[in-house]
């Protein structure tokens, strides 16, 4: 019986090669993109109901030779051409092509009514999750216009709720449309790190426009003019005040100019007023708060005796998104000087860790004294283990995952390529963990650590606002002074007015090295 209905699929292919007894012509493509496709009636009907029903009623038109004609502009002629194949021989090999094709596929198909094709197409683009969310963006349009995709839709809610920031990062980020952008921003904006929104909306802004040239610091003020405007929807679903103050230097401030002034001032006060915003870590992590990253700041502090240095925490994997092989770690983390690394244990609040001054590298043993391990507390910050290198010859091993101290390692995570870790006490001071032995890992993560020395300045950058100046000696009188130019220098956290108005001893609005006039 297979052998028959496999000569049958042949013969029915055949037909459709050769056009013979074709009674039905079918235009598909829009102009000038078009192909007129002869078939067979009673092929169509059988396969699909689709055509059963198109060819029961008035969908159609008979030519006076008795040739039926169906006109199908939303469907490509590449997609529809691999379709009917499919309809004649009942055989087809999605792995022939890209995703974006079978994407494609799986619409169509959809409205002809394959069911079973359908179901076939949707479980195989579901075994490959790495192309699905590298063309996150299509994905996203095809689950919100075609909800029926049920298994399809479920991925893409479960995949952006645990990481709404694979939209940013797909390949195709560039194609997704305004409103939809809007919307994830809206939604997840105190999960995605504010900095990486901002670089990704000027990446997409160029692909919006042909005017814009892809090297920013080429542009014009018409070009920042055009981008200002492209960008201007999305800028209250920014979350400025927590971008550190080093990225607003690089990132943020070359672009001031498409600003509404009043905002940015607004923006600008809050690194001149939060008079720890030069301590604070910004950091992208799953796993550890700011507060927690500006305590492991203070502990590598007191390994490397430099007190006045800041940190900024640049994350290499993460993973629950790079994976847990000690291929993977090795691939984004080695040769990237200081690192420390993070692990959430398992069903539990437990934070374990280490710090790493050296280079990750396939070099067996690494020889220092400023590594340390620790544990944190996920809600209880002051329940913390310090552990400092006791061994300097055994700090670090470097040819596995992260692995600080010898023999069975105080601290060991990715062990074998599975989300495993051990803690034992060897190379170290003390034990991090209250017992001995292998624990399960939820997720962990690599961060580079960025040495800061100086603080970033605002330099001579006039903003013609109108301020207003609380002269202190007055009891609270306050006065528009629009006519004068104050100038502030930031010295530590102290701004100092370069000229007091009426013994004005303390001037609010003055910000970083900013002229106001």
Same mark, same amino acid.
């Given at each position: 019986?297979?052998?028959?209905?496999?000569?049958?699929?042949?013969?029915?292919?055949?037909?459709?090669?050769?056009?013979?007894?074709?009674?039905?012509?079918?235009?598909?493509?829009?102009?000038?993109?078009?192909?007129?496709?002869?078939? /067979?009636?009673?092929?169509?009907?059988?396969?699909?109901?689709?055509?059963?029903?198109?060819?029961?009623?008035?969908?159609?038109?008979?030519? #006076?030779?008795?040739?039926?004609?169906? /006109?199908?502009?939303?469907? =490509?002629?590449?997609?529809?051409?691999?379709?009917?194949?499919?309809?004649?021989?009942?055989?087809?090999?999605?792995?022939?092509?890209?995703?974006?094709?079978?994407?494609?596929?799986?619409?169509?198909?959809?409205? !002809?009514?394959?069911?079973?094709?359908?179901?076939?197409?949707?479980?195989?683009?579901?075994?490959? *999750?790495?192309?699905?969310?590298?063309?996150?963006?299509?994905?996203?349009?095809?689950? $919100?216009?075609?909800?029926?995709?049920?298994?399809?839709?479920?991925?893409?809610?479960?995949?952006?709720?645990?990481?709404?920031?694979?939209?940013?990062?797909?390949?195709?980020?560039?194609?997704?449309?305004?409103?939809?952008?809007?919307?994830?921003?809206?939604?997840?904006?105190?999960?995605?790190?504010?900095?990486?929104? %901002?670089?990704? !909306?000027?990446?997409?802004?160029?692909?919006? @426009?042909?005017?814009?040239?892809?090297?920013? &610091?080429?542009?014009?003020?018409?070009?920042?003019?055009?981008?200002?405007?492209?960008?201007?929807?999305?800028?209250?679903?920014?979350?400025?005040?927590?971008?550190?103050?080093?990225?607003?230097?690089?990132?943020?401030?070359?672009?001031?100019?498409?600003?509404?002034?009043?905002?940015?001032?607004?923006?600008?006060?809050?690194?001149?007023?939060?008079?720890? =915003?030069?301590?604070?870590?910004?950091?992208? =992590?799953?796993?550890?708060?700011? @507060?927690?990253?500006?305590? !492991?700041?203070?502990?590598?502090?007191?390994?490397?005796?430099?007190?006045?240095?800041?940190?900024?925490?640049? !994350?290499?994997?993460?993973? @629950?998104?790079?994976?847990?092989?000690?291929?993977?770690?090795?691939?984004?983390?080695?040769? &990237?000087?200081?690192?420390?690394?993070?692990?959430?244990?398992?069903? =539990?609040?437990?934070?374990?860790?280490?710090?790493?001054?050296?280079? %990750?590298?396939? &070099?067996?043993?690494?020889?220092?004294?400023?590594?340390?391990?620790? @544990?944190?507390?996920?809600?209880?910050?002051?329940?913390?283990?310090?552990?400092?290198?006791?061994?300097?010859?055994?700090?670090?091993?470097?040819?596995?995952?992260? #692995?600080?101290?010898?023999?069975?390692?105080?601290?060991?995570?990715?062990?074998? +390529?599975?989300?495993?870790?051990?803690? $034992?006490?060897?190379?170290?001071?003390?034990?991090?963990?209250?017992? *001995?032995?292998?624990?399960?890992?939820? #997720?962990?993560?690599?961060?580079?650590?960025?040495?800061?020395?100086?603080?970033? *300045?605002?330099? +001579?950058?006039?903003?013609?606002?109108?301020?207003?100046?609380?002269?202190?000696?007055?009891?609270?009188?306050?006065?528009?002074?629009?006519?004068?130019?104050?100038?502030?220098?930031?010295?530590?956290?102290?701004?100092?007015?370069?000229?007091?108005?009426?013994?004005?001893?303390?001037?609010?609005?003055?910000?970083?090295?900013?002229?106001?006039?």
């Amino acid at each position: 019986m297979f052998g028959l209905w496999k000569l049958s699929s042949e013969d029915f292919y055949h037909l459709l090669e050769s056009g013979e007894f074709a009674d039905t012509e079918i235009l598909v493509g829009e102009e000038p993109n078009t192909k007129i496709f002869k078939a /067979h009636s009673l092929i169509l009907t059988t396969r699909s109901k689709y055509f059963r029903t198109a060819f029961s009623n008035d969908w159609i038109r008979t030519e #006076d030779n008795n040739i039926i004609t169906l /006109h199908k502009p939303n469907i =490509s002629v590449e997609v529809f051409d691999i379709l009917i194949k499919f309809i004649y021989s009942g055989v087809i090999k999605l792995s022939d092509y890209d995703i974006r094709t079978n994407v494609a596929v799986l619409i169509a198909a959809d409205e !002809l009514n394959l069911n079973e094709f359908c179901e076939h197409t949707e479980k195989f683009l579901l075994n490959n *999750e790495r192309s699905l969310k590298h063309n996150f963006v299509l994905i996203q349009k095809t689950v $919100h216009q075609l909800s029926q995709f049920e298994k399809l839709t479920q991925f893409y809610e479960t995949s952006i709720n645990k990481d709404p920031s694979l939209i940013l990062r797909a390949n195709d980020f560039v194609t997704i449309q305004q409103d939809a952008l809007i919307h994830v921003l809206s939604e997840y904006n105190q999960r995605l790190n504010p900095i990486e929104v %901002w670089d990704k !909306l000027i990446e997409w802004a160029i692909g919006q @426009s042909n005017e814009l040239p892809k090297n920013t &610091k080429e542009w014009t003020n018409n070009e920042m003019t055009i981008f200002g405007t492209i960008i201007n929807p999305f800028i209250t679903h920014i979350n400025f005040e927590k971008i550190s103050l080093t990225n607003f230097c690089n990132n943020i401030k070359p672009f001031k100019d498409i600003f509404d002034k009043e905002f940015y001032v607004q923006i600008l006060e809050h690194y001149s007023f939060n008079a720890h =915003s030069k301590f604070k870590i910004d950091i992208d =992590s799953k796993i550890i708060t700011p @507060s927690h990253a500006f305590l !492991l700041g203070n502990l590598i502090k007191m390994t490397n005796d430099n007190q006045n240095c800041t940190f900024e925490f640049q !994350l290499l994997i993460r993973g @629950s998104r790079d994976g847990f092989t000690v291929r993977n770690f090795h691939k984004n983390c080695d040769e &990237k000087g200081r690192t420390i690394t993070i692990a959430s244990v398992k069903n =539990s609040d437990e934070i374990v860790g280490g710090y790493n001054p050296l280079d %990750w590298n396939p &070099k067996c043993e690494g020889k220092t004294g400023e590594c340390f391990i620790f @544990s944190l507390d996920k809600k209880e910050l002051e329940k913390f283990v310090f552990s400092k290198v006791v061994d300097e010859n055994h700090a670090v091993y470097r040819n596995r995952g992260p #692995d600080f101290g010898e023999k069975t390692s105080d601290l060991r995570l990715i062990e074998g +390529d599975a989300k495993k870790g051990q803690c $034992h006490k060897n190379s170290y001071e003390k034990l991090i963990r209250q017992v *001995e032995g292998v624990f399960e890992i939820e #997720d962990y993560e690599v961060f580079q650590v960025i040495i800061v020395n100086q603080p970033c *300045e605002f330099v +001579d950058e006039e903003v013609e606002v109108e301020v207003e100046v609380e002269v202190n000696e007055y009891n609270g009188y306050e006065e528009y002074y629009e006519d004068y130019g104050y100038r502030g220098y930031y010295y530590e956290d102290v701004v100092t007015p370069e000229y007091d108005y009426y013994g004005a001893t303390s001037i609010s609005p003055l910000l970083l090295n900013i002229s106001l006039k």
